[in-house]
């Protein structure tokens, strides 16, 4: 494990010994971005760093004074090949990130955002990104990274909820069906019971889709 901490600039220049390969990216939502990240492009250069990956953020070629295209600067300016990726907002923001506590503990989401749709993205997609980058030395390239498809939080939600009900009808009529070969052994109860345990749930699935 090699030790590198913006704050302390001693811990900069010995982590990028031998390595021919850097993934930047800044704390999340830092207007000192630049100058945390700064002295790590600069010491980059002055190693043997050969490519750079930076994790920037959706839309921020779109505003010059934004923190991270700043840092997109000063990377680009830096000499050494490059590779930028702009992922949008992340997906794991309703499961683990800063949205998470509002929905666990309120059931609700709170984002001001309106009818807006964003096409969301897994970190899991981010990542295959970066190693595609590396792997393939797309230096040069500047990439926005999106989702498959754009999304309202009303459709977030409902891919989150529709997916747990249907597991949720699944298990009750599991349990159901034991219940009624046990208690009763009405061909028409159990049955219907089937039916309306698959059907729901194959229903509540494909209103996801």
Do not use: C
């Amino acid at each position: 494990m090699i030790h590198l901490d913006y704050a302390e600039s001693s811990t900069i220049s010995p982590a990028l010994e031998g390595i021919s390969a850097l993934v930047l990216m800044a704390p999340p939502l830092d207007a000192n971005a630049p100058a945390l990240l700064g002295p790590v492009v600069k010491a980059a250069k002055g190693a043997s760093v050969r490519h750079v990956v930076l994790i920037s953020a959706f839309g921020v070629n779109h505003n010059e004074q934004a923190p991270m295209r700043i840092v997109e600067h000063l990377v680009i300016d830096s000499g050494v090949p490059y590779t930028i990726l702009r992922p949008n907002l992340f997906m794991e923001n309703f499961s683990a990130g800063f949205l998470a506590p509002s929905i666990r503990e309120q059931h609700a989401i709170y984002l001001a955002a309106g009818d807006g749709k964003t096409s969301f993205i897994s970190v899991e997609d981010i990542v295959a990104a970066v190693t595609a980058a590396v792997k393939q030395s797309l230096a040069g390239k500047e990439f926005d990274l999106t989702g498959s498809a754009a999304l309202n939080q009303v459709k977030v939600a409902l891919k989150w909820f529709f997916p747990a009900t249907a597991v949720g009808l699944i298990f009750s009529t599991l349990l159901g069906l034991y219940m009624a070969f046990k208690f009763n052994r009405s061909r028409a109860i159990v049955w219907g019971m089937l039916f309306l345990g698959t059907a729901i749930p194959l229903a509540l699935i494909l209103m996801m889709v």
